[in-house]
């Protein structure tokens, strides 16, 4: 079968696709363009090519064979023709013609297509902030970016630095500065938490934490940028937020992304709300003969069943094949997304699929979303370190709406979230959790894994048999001292348990949980007692069995003292407290 595609865009979806049409019909003729001269890289990279993870901006352009993904590799070894620095200004659809502008010389021409994939990724959002053109205010967009900022570090001409956005770009070029060049960042964010749309804001306060400890990273939270300031030679000198001026030599704009859809817009090609082209399961926009994947589309989230915008160059990867296959004929679908991430940041991992507590309430979804703290691993194995789960079901319903986790063993953290991504898709319903099959070898997992422990948890408290309390609320208990109306139960053994009597008696009393149906009578009636542990376990069982002598008038701290200390507000002096 002869046919002619032409290609706009070659980053992710545009080389997959094409690459895979040549691979199902040889004879095909395959033509891409693209804007810059690099091409076929790994955008994701940047912030490791500046940490200088990834040596040279080869790492990012090459092939797993160290072969340079460059116009004469995708014709020698793909046989497509790829023209770089040329720009699709213009698709005329009745003509089913491309109009392409060589940028070095201005001349224009008309490519001729039976089919159009369009792959124009996304643009950076630069906020309308004065002194925003001055030298060295540089997004993070594409490979030129990523040289400016990294070549400027590392001729030493940056000892400080702004960062503004703390999503998931700004956040990993904070720490490339930071950690290897030792640069002194200070990390700028509106919103009230870090990771704002993807992280849990619960867990997004423990890595907050995380960050607060290393050194030469400042975090500004609820943060006003009010002004880029420059010198008399045009470059930056400091940035102004909230009144205070910060003195600074480089600022990295991190302020997100838009799907790049103009160039579909003018051709009369249907868009979403978001700014994303829309494209049905087929991948096909309004216009059957085009065809559309990456960052410039519009997909539909599989939990609300609603449009959804997600950058990533992995489903960028996978509806590039997608294309490719219906392009030549197949039925191939990609039904959407449910909105899976993670992030590593100084040896802290944070991973999320579906959504979060925040976001099912937003969608007016009555759900359950308890902490649960436990080893990711058997907890006698020397490897093994805590995680934190949250596990988000729909009441009623017991659907699961998704998962966040923490954890110092990146491995482990994506590994439960990845399990539970798949599953969503499916309309899983909370027993899938607590019943699926995980791997077991105690060097890798725990005999209940951590990720069914979080859904036995869901059960308990659905079942009303456990009424947990949050680090945030137990914080702001205990400062209420002991005028206030509760006081706190620690149901571990007196040699963890001794420290906070010394500090906080009587607001803060002691029952082992295995002697607790012993001294019942000692358990207070006319305060609310919270029930405290290392981790949350032992305090439920004694919950349960409070509960089975006719005592209601509890809370079980949710992930235990284990959980406090990672939410920032630590019980005791940091050197009064057990590890």
Same mark, same amino acid.
């Given at each position: 079968?002869?046919?002619?595609?032409?290609?706009?865009?070659?980053?992710?979806?545009?080389?997959?696709?094409? $690459?895979?049409?040549?691979?199902?019909?040889?004879?095909?003729?395959?033509?891409?363009?693209?804007?810059?001269?690099?091409?076929?890289?790994?955008?994701?990279?940047?912030?490791?090519?500046?940490?200088?993870?990834?040596?040279?901006?080869?790492?990012?352009?090459?092939?797993?064979?160290?072969?340079?993904?460059?116009?004469?590799?995708?014709?020698?070894?793909? @046989? %497509?023709?790829?023209?770089?620095?040329?720009?699709?200004?213009?698709?005329?659809?009745?003509?089913?013609?491309?109009?392409?502008?060589?940028?070095?010389?201005?001349?224009?021409?008309?490519?001729?297509?039976?089919?159009?994939?369009?792959?124009?990724?996304?643009?950076?959002?630069?906020?309308?902030?004065? @002194?925003?053109?001055?030298?060295?205010?540089?997004?993070?967009?594409?490979?030129?970016?990523?040289?400016?900022?990294?070549?400027?570090?590392?001729?030493?001409?940056?000892?400080? =630095?702004?960062?503004?956005?703390?999503?998931?770009?700004?956040?990993? %070029? *904070?720490? *490339?500065?930071?950690?290897?060049?030792? /640069?002194?960042?200070?990390?700028?964010? #509106?919103?009230? !938490?870090?990771?704002?749309?993807?992280?849990?804001?619960?867990?997004?306060?423990?890595?907050?934490?995380?960050?607060?400890?290393?050194?030469? #990273?400042?975090?500004?939270?609820?943060?006003?940028?009010?002004?880029?300031?420059?010198?008399?030679?045009?470059?930056?000198?400091?940035?102004?937020?909230?009144?205070?001026?910060?003195?600074?030599?480089?600022?990295?704009?991190?302020?997100?992304?838009?799907?790049?859809?103009?160039?579909?817009?003018?051709?009369?090609?249907?868009?979403?709300?978001?700014?994303?082209?829309?494209?049905?399961?087929? #991948?096909?926009?309004?216009?059957?003969?085009? +065809?559309?994947?990456?960052? $410039?589309?519009?997909?539909?989230?599989?939990?609300?069943?609603?449009?959804?915008?997600?950058?990533?160059?992995?489903? *960028?990867?996978?509806?590039?094949?997608?294309?490719?296959?219906?392009?030549?004929?197949?039925?191939?679908?990609?039904?959407?997304?449910?909105?899976?991430?993670?992030?590593?940041?100084?040896?802290?991992?944070?991973?999320?699929?579906?959504?979060?507590? =925040?976001?099912?309430?937003?969608?007016?979804?009555?759900?359950?979303?308890?902490?649960?703290?436990?080893?990711?691993?058997? !907890?006698?194995?020397?490897?093994?370190?805590? #995680? +934190?789960?949250?596990?988000?079901?729909?009441?009623?319903?017991?659907? /699961?709406? @998704?998962?966040?986790?923490?954890?110092?063993?990146?491995?482990?953290?994506?590994?439960?979230?990845?399990?539970?991504?798949?599953?969503?898709?499916?309309?899983?319903?909370?027993?899938?959790?607590?019943?699926?099959?995980?791997? +077991?070898?105690?060097?890798?997992?725990? =005999?209940?894994?951590?990720?069914?422990?979080?859904?036995?948890? $869901?059960?308990?408290?659905?079942?009303?048999?456990?009424?947990?309390?949050?680090?945030?609320?137990?914080?702001?208990?205990?400062?209420?001292?002991?005028?206030?109306?509760?006081?706190?139960?620690?149901?571990?053994?007196?040699?963890?348990?001794?420290?906070?009597?010394? $500090?906080?008696?009587?607001?803060?009393?002691?029952?082992?949980?295995?002697?607790?149906?012993?001294?019942?009578? &000692?358990?207070?009636?006319?305060?609310?007692?919270?029930?405290?542990?290392?981790?949350?376990?032992?305090?439920? &069982? @004694?919950?349960?069995?409070?509960?089975?002598?006719?005592?209601?008038?509890?809370?079980?701290?949710?992930?235990?003292?284990?959980?406090?200390?990672?939410?920032?507000?630590?019980?005791?002096?940091?050197?009064?407290? &057990?590890?």
């Amino acid at each position: 079968m002869s046919l002619n595609v032409v290609i706009i865009g070659a980053v992710a979806a545009g080389p997959k696709a094409g $690459c895979r049409i040549k691979r199902l019909l040889p004879d095909s003729s395959v033509t891409m363009l693209d804007r810059d001269t690099y091409i076929s890289y790994g955008g994701c990279g940047i912030p490791f090519y500046v940490s200088g993870d990834v040596a040279d901006l080869k790492g990012l352009t090459s092939t797993s064979f160290h072969m340079e993904r460059n116009p004469a590799f995708f014709k020698g070894a793909k @046989g %497509m023709d790829v023209l770089v620095g040329t720009e699709a200004v213009a698709i005329d659809r009745a003509a089913k013609t491309v109009r392409a502008k060589d940028l070095a010389t201005g001349q224009e021409k008309a490519l001729p297509y039976d089919k159009l994939v369009i792959a124009t990724g996304s643009r950076p959002f630069v906020p309308p902030i004065p @002194g925003v053109e001055l030298e060295g205010v540089v997004p993070v967009a594409d490979l030129h970016h990523a040289e400016a900022i990294k070549n400027a570090v590392a001729q030493g001409q940056v000892g400080s =630095a702004a960062v503004i956005g703390a999503g998931a770009t700004g956040l990993e %070029m *904070a720490e *490339a500065l930071a950690d290897l060049w030792g /640069v002194e960042v200070h990390i700028f964010e #509106m919103a009230p !938490h870090i990771l704002p749309g993807l992280g849990d804001a619960e867990m997004a306060r423990m890595m907050e934490c995380h960050l607060a400890e290393q050194e030469g #990273m400042n975090l500004h939270l609820s943060a006003k940028v009010e002004a880029i300031l420059g010198d008399d030679e045009g470059k930056v000198r400091a940035i102004k937020a909230d009144g205070v001026e910060y003195e600074v030599e480089q600022v990295v704009l991190a302020t997100g992304y838009r799907p790049n859809s103009g160039l579909a817009q003018e051709a009369g090609l249907e868009l979403e709300a978001n700014g994303g082209i829309r494209v049905n399961e087929l #991948m096909q926009t309004n216009d059957p003969d085009i +065809y559309a994947g990456g960052d $410039c589309v519009s997909l539909t989230n599989l939990i609300t069943g609603k449009p959804i915008y997600i950058p990533a160059g992995s489903l *960028a990867n996978r509806m590039g094949r997608v294309i490719a296959t219906n392009v030549c004929g197949g039925q191939a679908t990609f039904p959407g997304a449910v909105g899976s991430f993670c992030i590593k940041l100084f040896g802290l991992s944070f991973a999320r699929t579906g959504l979060n507590q =925040a976001q099912a309430e937003q969608e007016g979804l009555n759900c359950v979303a308890p902490l649960v703290v436990q080893a990711d691993r058997a !907890h006698f194995h020397p490897d093994n370190k805590l #995680m +934190y789960l949250k596990l988000v079901v729909e009441k009623g319903t017991r659907r /699961v709406l @998704g998962l966040t986790a923490l954890g110092e063993n990146g491995d482990a953290v994506v590994g439960r979230v990845n399990a539970v991504a798949g599953l969503l898709p499916k309309g899983a319903v909370l027993e899938d959790i607590s019943n699926l099959e995980l791997a +077991y070898s105690p060097p890798l997992g725990a =005999a209940v894994d951590v990720l069914n422990a979080a859904a036995n948890t $869901c059960e308990n408290m659905l079942a009303g048999k456990l009424r947990p309390m949050h680090p945030e609320e137990f914080s702001r208990r205990l400062a209420e001292g002991v005028g206030g109306n509760t006081v706190f139960l620690d149901m571990r053994a007196i040699d963890n348990a001794k420290p906070f009597l010394e $500090c906080l008696a009587p607001q803060w009393c002691h029952l082992p949980q295995e002697t607790l149906t012993q001294h019942l009578d &000692e358990v207070p009636r006319d305060k609310d007692v919270v029930l405290v542990c290392n981790s949350g376990v032992r305090s439920y &069982e @004694g919950q349960v069995m409070l509960d089975a002598a006719g005592i209601h008038n509890t809370y079980n701290l949710s992930g235990g003292v284990a959980a406090v200390k990672k939410w920032g507000e630590p019980i005791l002096p940091v050197k009064d407290q &057990e590890e």
